[in-house]
């Protein structure tokens, strides 16, 4: 079994629909999560981490974990074209440097 | 400011050059990494220096030869490279003392091996 699960997709939603994404993990050690942004031929952008099981939300973007079933998502409202890109999700232990990705969700937004 | 800055943006190199990759950061960041990524892969760690000391080799061929000057700078030496060594190499910087090492990517160097 992976440590982490993603959908690779493509998800493809109409301008202006809530995206939905969704990471399942194995590893309980595992105890900040982070969403990162990557279009086509650039590096990673983190949107977003959080360490505490509910939600974060910045502007448009919403982050929720659930630890007790070792499932977070992440929430893109209002989508726009440019929101078009793969998106990672990540952890991290405690203490720890090593970053562990799930395979990328590839979203597309039609005008 | 949450800046890497990578040079060059896009290399071609033969298999018998020397070639080198730069990674610069001013963010007071003290680890420091390297990632290989593929055509739809995640990122795959290669190396990571923490306070200017290499702590994780992920089993990388010698052919790539990481080095940290100091603490801003990060270079990755490639020599003899093959055409499977053809890739975005990113970098990443995070802070690493104390608190969350959350990692900081720059654009990366597509490279092209031939």
């Known amino acids: 079994q992976k440590e982490v699960e993603q959908d690779p997709g493509p998800l493809s939603v109409p301008e202006g629909a809530i995206v939905s994404l969704n990471c399942t993990y194995s590893n309980s050690a595992f105890q900040y999560f982070m969403w990162y942004r990557q279009y086509s031929r650039k590096g990673p952008e983190l949107l977003m981490y959080t360490y505490s099981s509910g939600n974060k939300e910045d502007g448009r973007f919403t982050a929720q974990v659930d630890k007790s079933s070792k499932y977070i998502s992440l929430f893109i409202r209002d989508s726009q074209p440019s929101d078009s890109a793969t998106y990672l999700c990540a952890f991290l232990k405690a203490a720890g440097n090593k970053l562990t990705f799930g395979g990328g969700t590839r979203v597309l937004v039609k005008p | 400011d949450t800046e890497v800055t990578q040079t060059p943006k896009h290399l071609v190199m033969g298999m018998t050059n020397k070639k080198s990759l730069k990674c610069e950061q001013h963010m007071g960041h003290r680890a420091m990494y390297w990632y290989k990524q593929k055509a739809k892969k995640p990122p795959e760690l290669m190396f990571v220096?923490?306070?200017?000391?290499?702590?994780i080799n992920e089993s990388v061929p010698s052919r790539f030869s990481p080095e940290c000057p100091n603490s801003s700078l990060l270079n990755l030496h490639l020599h003899a490279l093959q055409p499977e060594d053809s890739a975005l190499y990113l970098c990443?910087?995070?802070?690493?003392?104390?608190?969350?090492?959350?990692?900081?990517f720059g654009a990366g160097t597509r490279l092209s091996v031939l």
């Open positions: 990443a910087s995070s802070q690493e003392s104390g608190g969350i090492n959350i990692q900081y």
């Open positions: 220096y923490s306070y200017e000391k290499l702590s």
